[in-house]
């Protein structure tokens, strides 16, 4: 399997899920699940797989249900933008559940690491609460899990958009008070999507990408609320097991995560939890996706070294 030429794989939900996979180099320590931000792709994290596959980690990801070279038949040009008519946290999960299994009957014995980063990291947290028994170790990178006066705002605006003008169409006023903010806040105003990188290069293929930066319907928003209520919910979060290693990861220059204050909070409620194996670190003058950033490098290796901590040597 070529990790630029995902294979096609049939989710119990429907929809027809792009999955990419590195193998791991060697004798395999554990699978990693990777899981993808919003309006972006699998693709992109080709060389976090390869990083991680040459210390011995099998590495899936595939593109979630609305993004990349996913499809949900029965959806306007396959559901590009859109989770589902309905349900679409629900489909998502069952998505994520989709590709564990397909993992776990490949490697069999071998533990479960689920990696996301932004959006994918809700999910991947709201993945692991749901189904605490089929990951061993949850890496939740520049996610906010901020349900306060803001979430609710935002409910309260989707809800009127959806009353205006429908689920399936993009909303007007979110991308306004995500997207555009955060991008205002850099100070460089040299493109529209300045926050997600220090580095121009990353920046300028992102922009070029045509499965990039496309905006999220009224609904994907609503959906995407509902997995930072959920991972708000202390109630919800004790259902992992207090030992099981927690990577958690911010930057410093993330407008997203409030320079990382949204991470350092999830690292409070944690620890104020009884999770004893938390290892959190805010990177300084970073931006929105660390691995795309100038200093990705120190950044996985850092990861990598976390990693292979989580796991014995025999893979266990």
């Known amino acids: ?175 306004k008070l995500t997207f555009r903010d955060w991008n205002r806040r850099t100070g460089e105003g040299r493109t529209d999507a300045d926050w997600l990188s220090r580095d121009p290069a990353e920046v300028d293929a992102y922009i070029a990408d045509p499965l990039c930066g496309w905006p999220p319907s009224v609904g994907m928003w609503r959906d995407i609320f509902s997995f930072v209520f959920d991972g708000a919910d202390d109630r919800l979060l004790s259902r992992l097991a207090r030992g099981m290693p927690i990577n958690l990861v911010g930057g410093a220059a993330d407008p997203a995560t409030e320079g990382g204050k949204a991470v350092e909070e999830l690292e409070r409620r944690m620890r104020n939890l009884g999770f004893g194996n938390v290892n959190a670190t805010i990177y300084p003058d970073t931006r929105h996706e660390g691995l795309n950033d100038i200093n990705r490098d120190m950044i996985l290796r850092d990861f990598a070294a976390w990693a292979l901590a989580s796991f014995n040597r025999d893979g266990r």
């Not at 294979?7 to 119990?12: G, Q, R």
């Not at 976090?48 to 011995?56: E, I």
């Open 1 to 175: 399997m070529n990790f630029d030429e995902p294979e096609i794989l049939a989710s119990p939900t429907g929809a027809m899920l792009a999955l990419r996979h590195w193998p791991a180099t060697g004798q395999p320590r554990a699978l990693v699940h990777v899981n993808h931000g919003l309006s972006e792709h699998s693709r992109r994290y080709a060389r976090f797989a390869a990083h991680l596959a040459g210390h011995g980690f099998h590495v899936y990801a595939h593109d979630h249900r609305g993004h990349g070279f996913s499809r949900v038949p029965g959806l306007a040009a396959g559901g590009a933008g859109r989770f589902a008519a309905r349900n679409g946290a629900e489909l998502v999960l069952g998505d994520v559940d989709a590709v564990n299994r397909q993992m776990r009957q490949r490697h069999p014995g071998l533990p479960v690491l689920i990696f996301g980063h932004s959006m994918g990291g809700l999910i991947a947290l709201a993945y692991a609460m749901r189904f605490p028994g089929r990951v061993d170790a949850a890496a939740i990178w520049n996610a906010s899990f901020s349900a306060g006066m803001a979430g609710r705002a935002a409910i309260a605006i989707l809800a009127a958009e959806r009353m205006l003008l429908g689920s399936d169409v993009p909303s007007m006023i979110l991308p």
